[in-house]
């Protein structure tokens, strides 16, 4: 019974999930299948202020309507931030060594796109852009705590692990190639308007870098690097009341580079801007000629300080993930994780995850309910639920780790969905 | 033109016309606040060019100069045209002419009948004599004409012909027409004791003395007869003794347009003056006698009379100089200045009428004391006798729903990708008012038939007067205006091809007000509007 558990446990891992990653350590597998093949696509959003129905209409052009961004003010602090994590994946591994003396190896291969949009911004940029300059009238709207990266990459990525004494060490390099790529860093400036609109008065400094301009097609190749994920499985028990032993995983993903290729523009800003209308020394002066000199067709020119064509070397966000997985009883499946996303604007993520068996254990073809728990990230709760299908031969998951985002959009963020299917070849 | 009103007009259109505003699905609506004008509104500005003014006080003034008289006399020193006929009949008996003497050579004289003056000299400025001789020499002949009154650049008008041989029953006839442009006719006769009289010298000569024969058979048959016609003879100068006569102007009434923006309301002056000031182009002495004045405001349809001390006066005015020194004009005029002011005469009430037309009845006799220049009375065609009313309000004023319209015209032409942008809101006005009045706007826009299709600016869109302390305002009063903007009014004002720009002004205090040179109101134009952020 308890290998027949320990089956379905390793059938299902695999497709485990957590906040939104891919744990490469679910490529270990122990089950009698020489090949599975898969695939894995996940969209994941969240924001600490932007909700869902502002995220919505953005994405598909319909425009948020005036309320949606309005019920975004009472959630605004000092320092916001929303994410957004995409990805693609079509995988195949493979037993090398199964069954010889202690040591069991396998290798996988994975393509894979990566696509993350991670943004920091203050109070008063996101009311400057969400509704304007007017209410901020007679203050100045800072815009100095403002970060802005989007980024995709597509990954080939080969895998090999290692098991001895059930311990497992797993390791897998990456052929990075950079597609698109934007950063944006405030370092000060503000947005200054007269108490009665009079005159508005702005001040930047940053950068801001992005990949080849020319290039229009979303998989084009503007850059290259390199990546390395990694993890260390060892025997953990947790529960020890029962009769299951837990795992106890450390993973490192996508630690790695890419340099964006020399086509990339950099926009270095510094300067300011002065506009108070079209001055005339009396009304009756105003005329066609005096609008046409003083229109302000020099605003970019007064905050480029220079533009610089050439390569820029990027650290891609890794995670650094720590996975507590654990059968609690014949029905049910734990996994506790903490997971944090580096050179990104989350915030340390704590998740749990209950996999539990619907159907009697006797059944070939196990029927799972997935329910998900997360503190942290982008936001601060997620709570999501899925279903999952696995029989020895195929393995199908679908679920959505925020739950609470789509019950009420116009006040809830959140967003994730994930789709995985598996076939097994024996 | 009103020029002040069509820029105010100008400044609503470039705001309001970014207003045209398509619903648009992608982005989100923000609300923004946009400078869009930064300037100021001086009462000097308002009026036309130079109308207003300060004093040494820094006090506004209301300055108008009007020209009302501009009398030109020359019609009344014409030279009359004058045809001067003159036959030379021959002997009544044979006479045996020899060849080499003149047949005939006569001087003669002819006054022109010219009326209420002795002219001495005459500088034509236009005009011909026609000259036509008949001969019924049976010889060919030459005849010579010489107007010795006449010369130009120092030379005599002499006109020397060839006549064909002629006979009674068929004279030669020779014609001929000089213009007489240019010329100075000297009219004092061949004796230069007279006045209005030119002089001539006819000759008449054989062509050749010696064929068919030496002499000439001259008798009664033998007529040569010379008609002189002077036509059309405008004189640019004339000189010698005006006599004395009354003349009165044919016109009566002379436009006064400083009120001419004002459409309707009350404008109220504590004082105001006028200065009659006369200009006497003419070598002449004048007495003048200002019968009435009347100010006549043809929308209201009333009138007032100018009473004042100086309607019974007699205004004497010196002749003028000649002085050919002068580069442009060789005259130094006569001058006279008289004044009326609010403790002479009504003239407040006059003011108070806000007139557009002025109408007068003067009187000028020339010489009036008879010939007291010996004869060099002069007069230049083109110039005369001016009058101008010369006017000077303090702007010490009440206004009570004074109104002042204008109409311009514009062309919006077609909106650009960022206007579209924009999905309503207002174009506020801030006004920072020094003026002791609050002025009221409003635009009306017109189609292409005339028809007013819209109004641009809230009702009762008012800018509120300054508080003056001490009959002085020391801090502006401020206020807002506004003009909303929505996608109807926006397509209204495409349509719109004129508009009809109207100030209305009230004091709000019930003492008159002084305005000073250092008023102004302060404009800052706004836009306060919902604009379509659309991030690509």
């Known amino acids: ?426 | 033109m009103f020029k002040g009103l069509k820029s105010i007009f100008l400044v609503v259109c470039l705001l309001i016309l970014i207003g045209s505003c398509k619903k648009r699905k992608e982005g989100w609506n923000i609300d923004a606040l946009i400078p869009v004008i930064d300037s100021k509104l001086d009462l000097q500005h308002i009026f036309e060019d130079d109308l207003v003014k300060a004093d040494e006080n820094q006090l506004l003034n209301l300055v108008y100069e009007n020209e009302i008289l501009n009398l030109k006399l020359a019609d009344d020193f014409q030279i009359p045209d004058t045809t001067i006929t003159q036959d030379n009949p021959g002997p009544s008996f044979n006479l045996v002419w020899d060849k080499k003497n003149p047949l005939i050579s006569d001087t003669n004289e002819s006054k022109f009948e010219i009326t209420n003056a002795n002219l001495t000299e005459a500088r034509i400025a236009s005009g011909k004599i026609k000259f036509k001789v008949s001969s019924t020499i049976t010889e060919p002949t030459i005849i010579t004409y010489n107007l010795s009154s006449a010369f130009k650049d120092g030379k005599q008008l002499i006109i020397t012909k060839n006549a064909p041989a002629g006979s009674p029953s068929n004279p030669a006839i020779i014609e001929d027409e000089i213009d007489l442009s240019g010329y100075l006719l000297d009219l004092r006769g061949k004796d230069k004791n007279d006045y209005n009289t030119i002089s001539y010298y006819f000759t008449v000569r054989f062509a050749d003395e010696l064929l068919p024969d030496t002499t000439y058979i001259y008798n009664q048959d033998d007529v040569v007869s010379i008609v002189n016609s002077f036509e059309a003879i405008q004189p640019e100068f004339v000189k010698g003794v005006f006599l004395t006569t009354t003349e009165k102007p044919d016109e009566s009434a002379s436009d006064f347009d400083a009120f001419s923006q004002i459409t309707s309301g009350s404008l109220e002056v504590k004082k105001a003056s006028f200065a009659f000031n006369f200009e006497n182009y003419i070598g002449v002495d004048l007495q003048g006698q200002v019968n009435a004045l009347t100010a006549i405001n043809t929308k209201t349809g009333k009138s007032q009379k100018l009473t004042g001390d100086f309607l019974t006066q007699s205004l004497n005015l010196s002749r003028a100089k000649e002085d050919y020194s002068l580069y442009q004009i060789p005259i130094i005029p006569g001058t006279a200045e008289y004044k009326l002011d609010e403790s002479n005469s009504n003239i407040t009430d006059f003011i108070q009428l806000m007139p557009d037309q002025v109408n007068y009845d003067l009187d000028f006799t020339l010489n009036p004391l008879g010939n007291i220049s010996g004869g060099n009375d002069f007069l230049f065609a083109d110039y005369g006798i001016k009058a101008f009313l010369n006017m000077r309000i303090p702007l010490n004023i009440k206004a009570n729903n004074l109104q002042l319209v204008d109409t311009v015209d514009f062309d919006l032409g077609e909106a650009d990708e960022g206007t579209e942008l924009i999905e309503g809101g207002y174009m506020r006005v801030h006004a920072e008012n020094y003026y002791p009045f609050e002025a009221k706007i409003q635009i009306y826009t017109l189609n292409a038939q005339g028809v007013i299709i819209d109004s641009l600016m809230e009702s009762n869109s008012v800018i509120d007067a300054g508080i003056p302390v001490n009959g002085k305002v020391v801090s502006p009063t401020k206020s807002v205006v506004s003009a909303p903007i929505n996608p109807a009014k926006t397509d209204l004002l495409y349509q719109a091809e004129r508009a009809i720009v109207k100030l209305t002004f009230n004091t709000v205090e019930s003492d008159f007000q002084d305005i000073y040179s250092y008023y102004t109101s302060k404009v800052d134009v706004v836009g306060d509007v919902k604009y379509r952020l659309i991030i690509k």
């Open chain 1, 1 to 426: 019974m308890r290998g027949v558990f320990s089956i379905l446990f390793l059938c299902s891992t695999l497709l485990s999930v957590a906040q939104s990653e891919f744990f490469i350590a679910d490529f270990t597998s122990k089950d009698s299948s020489k090949v599975k093949a898969g695939v894995w696509v996940e969209q994941s959003f969240n924001s600490n202020v932007i909700n869902n129905s502002v995220l919505f209409n953005v994405a598909l052009k319909n425009g948020p309507t005036y309320q949606s961004m309005q019920n975004m003010k009472p959630r605004l602090t000092n320092s916001n931030s929303a994410g957004y994590i995409g990805t693609e994946r079509l995988f195949a591994s493979f037993d090398i060594n199964n069954n010889k003396d202690s040591v069991i190896t396998n290798g996988w291969v994975s393509v894979y796109t990566d696509r993350q949009v991670s943004a920091r911004f203050g109070e008063d940029a996101l009311r400057l852009i969400a509704f304007g300059n007017r209410e901020l009238a007679g203050e100045k709207a800072m815009i100095d705590n403002l970060s802005l990266l989007l980024q995709q990459t597509t990954h080939l990525q080969f895998g090999y692990t290692i098991e001895k004494n059930q311990s497992v060490l797993g390791i897998a390099p990456s052929l990075v190639i950079g597609n698109k790529y934007l950063n944006l860093e405030s370092e000060g400036g503000f947005l200054y308007t007269s108490p009665i609109g009079d005159s508005l008065y702005a001040e930047a400094a940053g950068y801001m870098s992005q990949s080849d301009t020319s290039s229009l097609l979303v998989f084009d190749p503007n850059g290259v690097g390199a990546a390395l994920s990694f993890f260390y499985t060892v025997n953990f028990d947790l529960f020890k009341k029962n009769e299951y032993q837990g795992k106890l995983t450390a993973e490192v993903n996508n630690l790695g580079f890419v340099v964006w290729n020399k086509n990339t523009l950099t926009y270095h800003i510094d300067g300011n801007y002065a506009w108070g209308g079209f001055k005339a020394p009396n009304l009756f002066d105003l005329n066609d000629s005096i609008i046409d000199l003083q229109r302000p067709n020099d605003v970019q020119t007064s905050f480029i300080d220079r533009i610089e064509f050439g390569t820029r070397n990027q650290i891609l966000p890794f995670t650094l993930s720590l996975r507590y997985q654990e059968q609690y009883n014949e029905k049910v499946f734990l996994t506790f994780f903490l997971q944090q996303r580096f050179f990104s604007q989350a915030l340390p993520f704590l998740g749990m995850n209950q996999e539990i068996r619907m159907n009697k254990t006797e059944k070939k073809t196990a029927v799972m309910l997935n329910f998900f728990e997360s503190v942290g990230g982008y936001n601060l709760i997620g709570l999501g639920t899925g279903i999952s299908v696995i029989n020895k031969q195929i393995g199908l998951r679908l679920g959505t780790r925020n739950l609470i985002g789509l019950t009420n959009p116009e006040y809830f963020s959140g967003f994730n969905v994930h789709l995985g299917f598996q076939y097994k070849f024996y």
